[in-house]
């Protein structure tokens, strides 16, 4: 192995560690705005193709699939590639895949795009976590990935709103190509301001060696693996995965709310999605990883039973959705940042493709679950398998408590 080098292979001096972190949020944030046009997209292209719900649910399970398991090959391109190419390359990608998506005219070239799509977004997660990582040193590591991932989220919240009122006025087409011109800028900015002149490879930052060999040398740490399997398990109830899709079902359609309400519950989950992470990354920095991993567990459990149990007319259903909200979300952060912490800086690339593959992979198989248990036994029951896979993940997390003490490791 390479020997590592003290100092980050991303310069700060062009435009500092927080202007290089914006740009690496504001690019998950066009990943995350794909991802939640996409579902407003979806019954009009229905519609107008002719197409099935088992024909969505294939394009949704082959593309989610698809592009969760591409992240396990960025993270090891990660090594030859320079870091801002692959995150500005996704974001001129997307876009012209945003574009083809305007012009398809039938099920497959449908079908097609929106599996480029999520191929094209998979480098975020991996790269762009690496990349936060390299610059932070561990005092300040909880912040910035909190930053980074409600930097994601604040996409979510944004693009509904602003494409509900394009595609009304504009349509779905036009809509798909005034989304694509933050992608061709971003990609222009990335290039530009940020300074990383060497690959990793070229500047001795990674190994290039075996992968098979270093994925093996990294699943050797007894918590990385711990934390590999409580993400696994975390799944079944995790915001993106499971919380965002079926918290507004049960509103609608368990307790029968009326549809601007669910929206407007719905944007007060997507706050506390974008509020739980930035609070719970700072404190993680104070407390530690594990405490405020084991917090998050405890109030996304009480939050998601408790909704099971107050009626539909409650004053306290907005309140015990934001705290969902914030719980169920600064979960998956926390557990990045945790997983920075445990590996050494030159395989983080490939530690991240890693997870994220398999934490997809995972996220897809338990969304399935959750579906086959509301039709078959109801949401109360699924809302308990949710809460259940917090308590068990946080039992995962038990063993895994940081035992280095702070200022031993800042890298």
């Known amino acids: 192995m390479a020997s590592i080098p ?69 993270g090891y391109l990660g090594r030859f590639v320079l870091r801002k190419t692959m995150l500005a390359g996704q974001n ?6 945003m574009g083809l998506t305007g012009v398809a005219n039938a099920y497959v070239p449908f079908l097609a795009t929106t599996i480029a799509g999520r191929i094209a977004i998979s480098p975020q997660h991996p790269v762009g976590n690496s990349m936060v990582t390299d610059i932070f040193g561990k005092k300040l590591r909880g912040s910035a990935f909190a930053i980074n991932y409600s930097g994601g989220n604040v996409g979510a919240v944004l693009v509904p709103m602003i494409a509900t009122v394009l595609i009304m006025g504009i349509g779905w087409r036009w809509t798909m190509a005034v989304f694509a011109i933050p992608g061709i800028v971003l990609a222009a900015l990335l290039m530009r301001l ?9 500047s001795g930052e990674r190994s ?3 992968p098979l060999r270093e994925v093996f040398e990294i699943l050797n740490s007894r918590i990385v693996v711990l934390i590999f399997l409580t993400s696994i398990v975390a799944a079944g109830g995790r915001g993106l995965g499971v919380i965002m899709n079926w918290v507004p079902v049960y509103l609608r359609n368990g307790l029968n709310l009326d549809a601007s309400y669910v929206g407007m519950l719905f944007t007060v989950l997507m706050i506390g999605s974008v509020v739980g992470p930035l609070a719970a990354g700072r404190l993680s920095d104070r407390f530690g990883r594990w405490a405020v991993l084991l917090a998050a567990y405890a109030w996304a459990t009480v939050s998601t039973l408790v909704l099971t ?16 909200g914030c719980a169920s ?23 991240y493709g890693l997870y994220f593959a398999i934490t997809a992979l995972a996220g897809s198989l338990w969304a399935s679950a959750i579906g086959y248990i509301v039709d078959n036994q109801g949401f109360t029951v699924s809302f308990y398998v949710m809460s259940l896979s917090y308590v068990v993940a946080a039992l995962l997390v038990l063993p895994a408590r940081e035992r280095q003490p702070e200022s031993s490791r800042q890298n």
């Not at 229905?46 to 592009?67: A, D, K, P, R």
């Not at 001129?92 to 895949?97: G, M, N, S, Y």
């Not at 149990?309 to 969902?324: D, E, H, R, T, Y």
């Open 92 to 97: 001129l990608v997307l876009a012209l895949v």
């Open 329 to 351: 979300y600064a979960e998956s952060p926390i557990l990045q940042t945790y997983l920075a912490d445990s590996t050494r800086r030159g395989s983080r690339d490939l530690a």
């Open 194 to 202: 940020i300074d990383e002149a060497k690959s990793p490879v070229a």
């Open 208 to 210: 290039g060696g075996n």
């Open 309 to 324: 149990l107050i009626g539909a007319q409650s004053w306290l259903l907005p309140v015990v959705i934001f705290i969902l």
């Open 6 to 74: 003290a100092k980050p292979s991303v310069s700060t001096k062009l435009w500092g560690a927080y202007g290089i972190l914006t740009l690496v949020s504001a690019s998950h944030g066009m990943s995350h705005a794909y991802t939640a046009l996409l579902p407003l997209i979806y019954p009009i292209a229905m519609q107008e193709f002719h197409f099935s719900y088992g024909q969505l649910g294939v394009l949704m399970g082959v593309s989610n699939i698809t592009g969760g398991l591409m992240q396990l090959a960025f």
